[in-house]
């Protein structure tokens, strides 16, 4: 079965950065699209990032230049790179690989004072 294991969240200032971790077990990880979301207090889930096989990318607008994803196919990892958070990107992050329906148990983001 597919396993994701996120890791690299945590509390950070307004301005800071953080870069999140996904490793995926249970797959042929290269051949397939992964995804972040994320989910703040009381909100819906929303798609943060994609990156596609061929290392395509496409971003929601609210973190197009702050945000970059990419991967390690030799590691089977995904990044999401986060700079200049803001206080609005404090949500629960998700990995996830569309194809398969896989997700990961989240890894909490605060940006707070």
């Known amino acids: 079965q597919v396993q994701l294991v996120e890791s690299g969240g945590g509390l950070v200032q307004p301005g800071g950065s953080l870069r999140l971790s996904c490793t995926a077990s249970?797959?042929?990880?290269?051949?397939?699209?992964m995804a972040w979301y994320r989910q703040a207090p009381g909100k819906q889930r929303e798609l943060v990032a994609t990156?596609?096989?061929?290392?395509?990318?496409v971003y929601a607008d609210n973190v197009k230049g702050r945000f970059t994803i990419s991967r390690d196919n030799a590691m089977n990892t995904v990044y999401l790179q986060m700079n200049n958070l803001k206080p609005e990107d404090t949500a629960v992050y998700y990995c996830?690989?569309?194809?398969?329906?896989?997700w990961g148990q989240g890894t909490q983001v605060t940006v707070s004072s």
């Open positions: 996830s690989c569309p194809s398969h329906g896989s």
């Open positions: 990156i596609f096989s061929g290392n395509t990318t």
């Open positions: 249970g797959m042929i990880f290269s051949i397939y699209a």
